[in-house]
């Protein structure tokens, strides 16, 4: 008999438009890991109501979301790509996993303070348990792993402090998952301030490469880039992280190791090095927009792969809720 496979659980928010960062930090682990994997993969759309939404651009944003995890090499037919707000547990098992959280854990979480401190005016109960949720949504699944960018290991650690707290009062009930961080070392950084993450909520456009810009747009905004007055490709985070942060982009999407890269730009200015990033980023992306727009507007297809999949994922999930609420001594609703 076949050995039966891992489980593999991730999924971004349906916030803004994703970037580089979300492609090669995340994406394209999700699609390296896919066979050997039994995989699931959720639309956070719950997460996205921890920042005030326009329902009209919401409701479109996370549609895409799903056609992009699919544009991007996910068969829908053989991973559980489905929302997050369509399966109910998540909901239910959260609000029970609240109560094994303490204040002093989430407290920690450097998410929420700074995203408290990006929304000021806005620093809503929702942001402060937002790790509260992301654990049940692994939980429910029983993953063994989850790959995600080094920005979330923190809300992982926390997912497996609960699991092993839980398991401690009632038995074996949680797997304890372990995160999967990929090769992209700190992640990919801002092209305008290399000591920031690229991030798809920046408010500058040129910072960030976003999956749907065209070819000349992402080659000017890397011949934009900010790096330093010398002229020398050399690998140095520390006095050099503008060069060394296309190092590591050029370097992921093409395979090349540093030293590589070095010698394959020595005695060559920074501009021909920045074209070449940008040709080898436009390259990459390409294939995945030419699917992404003919697959976004075939309403059919995508009601009916995220139909099935919300089906199997409440059922997945359901037996984890059940068994949960057994434990901790709720009773069944009488039929
Ligand atoms: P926001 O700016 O709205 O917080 P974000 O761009 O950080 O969003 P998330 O939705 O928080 O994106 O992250 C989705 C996934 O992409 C996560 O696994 C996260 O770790 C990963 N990721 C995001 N930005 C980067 C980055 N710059 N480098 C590597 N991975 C990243
Ligand atoms: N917080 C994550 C999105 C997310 C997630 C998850 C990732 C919500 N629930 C469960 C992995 C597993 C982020 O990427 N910002």
Not at 70 to 83: H, M, R, S, T, W
Not at 112 to 136: C, E, Q, R, W
Not at 312 to 323: C, D, H, I
Request: hydrophobic residues 35%; proline residues 3%; charged residues 25%.
């Amino acid at each position: 008999m076949e050995d039966k496979k891992k489980i593999l659980y991730s999924g971004m928010q349906a916030t803004g438009n994703l970037t580089l960062g979300n492609y090669l930090g995340a994406l394209r682990n999700w699609k390296t890991l896919n066979e050997e994997y039994e995989c699931f993969f959720g639309v956070m759309d719950f997460h996205s109501l921890t920042v005030r939404q326009n329902p009209a651009e919401f409701r479109q944003r996370a549609r895409n979301l799903f056609a992009l995890y699919v544009a991007a090499g996910l068969d829908p037919e053989k991973n559980c790509i489905y929302f997050q707000s369509h399966v109910s547990t998540h909901a239910e098992l959260s609000w029970i996993l609240n109560c094994y959280t303490y204040m002093g854990e989430l407290n920690r979480m450097t998410q929420f303070k700074d995203k408290a401190s990006k929304h000021s005016d806005n620093i809503n109960a929702g942001l402060y348990t937002y790790p509260v949720l992301m654990a049940a949504d692994i939980l429910l699944y029983q993953a063994d792993v989850v790959p995600v960018g080094k920005d979330q290991l923190q809300h992982l650690e926390i997912t497996r402090d609960i699991a092993q707290r839980f398991n401690g009062l009632y038995g074996d009930v949680f797997t304890v998952p372990k995160p999967y961080t990929g090769k992209i070392g700190a992640g990919v950084k801002s092209l305008q301030n290399p000591e920031k993450k690229m991030s798809k909520s920046d408010e500058n456009p040129n910072a960030s490469i976003y999956l749907m810009d065209d070819a000349d747009t992402i080659r000017r905004k890397f011949k934009r880039a900010v790096t330093d007055s010398d002229t020398q490709v050399r690998y140095d985070v520390k006095e050099k992280p503008g060069i060394s942060n296309l190092m590591d982009i050029y370097g992921a999407v093409t395979g090349k190791d540093m030293k590589d890269i070095e010698s394959e730009f020595a005695g060559v200015g920074y501009g021909d090095f920045k074209a070449a990033v940008g040709e080898a980023v436009a390259g990459l992306l390409a294939p995945m927009q030419e699917r992404f727009e003919e697959i976004k507007n075939d309403k059919e297809y995508l009601d009916r792969v995220i139909g099935a999949n919300d089906e199997k994922a409440f059922y997945v999930s359901n037996k984890t809720l059940r068994k949960v609420k057994k434990k901790v001594g709720l009773t069944d609703r009488i039929k």
